[in-house]
């Protein structure tokens, strides 16, 4: 069933997630890939809304400084950071995160840690991508997410009160030119996510899992690229945490959080041929495409 676009006027359903535990400490949220662009906005803003924070990241120097700038906005909260690189995990890796969060009161898991990062371009064709670049995108966006969620996820049901899973996906998922590799990670994360969601159904379980499907969004990535530019369709990362954290708590499994984003997609792939959808998309993307390998 279609998303409604009357969704996008709904108060976020985030405060379900919130309590204030026996010990009178209020609920705990972890984020992935904390250091910067989206997850830094989404860490900023759950403390912001009354969350303690865990902030993951690859590097400890900078995840620390970002610590302190969060810490410094927001005092009243608690924060911590766990490091481990995503993209080269190991099992101790998981084990040493599961362990920092088992006996803290955890309602919220982000896994938004993904993305392009060990690619050497944004946008390369298929075949100029690397053994060692495909290995790293899948350990990124389709293994952490998944192993760190195996792990905790026992911890979220034992509460038996509102808890949430939010998996940050992308409209790569339907397949794009450009980035395949990565569109197959994505469409891999986008199966996962609907299965588990309905294991959590079946089972009766009060975790929430759900699916955001970020657009383009201005994050380092791609201010990298002369190319790009903060608009109204490639928006800040603090507008797009913004319309994540506006979406969840309603129980979608996916939805597209950024409205103009939804808009874009039912034009684009809801109305054209498949065709015409990839031969648009290909072209707004070719000339930021790596020049192929000689």
Excluded at 183 to 205: I, M, T, V, Y
Excluded at 207 to 235: C, H, I, R
Excluded at 273 to 281: E, K, L, N, V
Aim: proline content about 6%.
């Amino acid at each position: 069933m279609p998303f409604p676009l009357i969704h996008y006027l709904y108060a976020s359903g985030l405060p379900k997630y919130l309590r204030q535990h026996a010990d009178g400490e209020s609920s705990w949220a972890l984020v992935t890939g904390a250091s910067d662009g989206i997850g830094k906005e989404l860490s900023s803003q759950l403390a912001a809304r009354g969350f303690n924070v865990v902030l993951h990241g690859r590097n400890e120097a900078k995840l620390a400084r970002v610590r302190e700038e969060i810490e410094a906005a927001h005092p009243q909260r608690h924060f911590k950071i766990v490091t481990a690189d995503a993209s080269a995990f190991s099992t101790a890796d998981i084990d040493r995160i599961a362990a920092l969060v088992a006996n803290l009161p955890l309602t919220v898991l982000i896994n938004n840690v993904g993305g392009t990062a060990p690619l050497s371009s944004n946008f390369k064709h298929f075949e100029d991508t690397t053994p060692t670049e495909i290995q790293a995108l899948y350990s990124l966006n389709v293994q952490f997410p998944l192993q760190l969620t195996r792990a905790l996820l026992p911890q979220l049901q034992a509460q038996q009160k509102p808890t949430l899973i939010l998996t940050c996906g992308s409209g790569a998922q339907v397949g794009q030119p450009y980035v395949a590799a990565y569109s197959g990670c994505k469409g891999a994360l986008h199966a996962w996510n609907r299965a588990l969601a309905a294991e959590q159904r079946e089972a009766k379980s009060k975790v929430d899992v759900t699916e955001v499907v970020v657009g383009p969004t201005y994050t380092q990535q791609l201010q990298k690229d002369p190319k790009f530019s903060a608009n109204l369709m490639m928006p800040t990362a603090e507008v797009m945490a913004g319309a994540v954290l506006a979406r969840v708590g309603h129980g979608h499994v996916s939805v597209t959080p950024y409205f103009w984003h939804r808009v874009q997609d039912g034009l684009v792939y809801g109305l054209l041929p498949a065709s015409t959808a990839d031969g648009i998309i290909a072209g707004l993307l070719k000339p930021s495409v790596e020049a192929k390998a000689k």
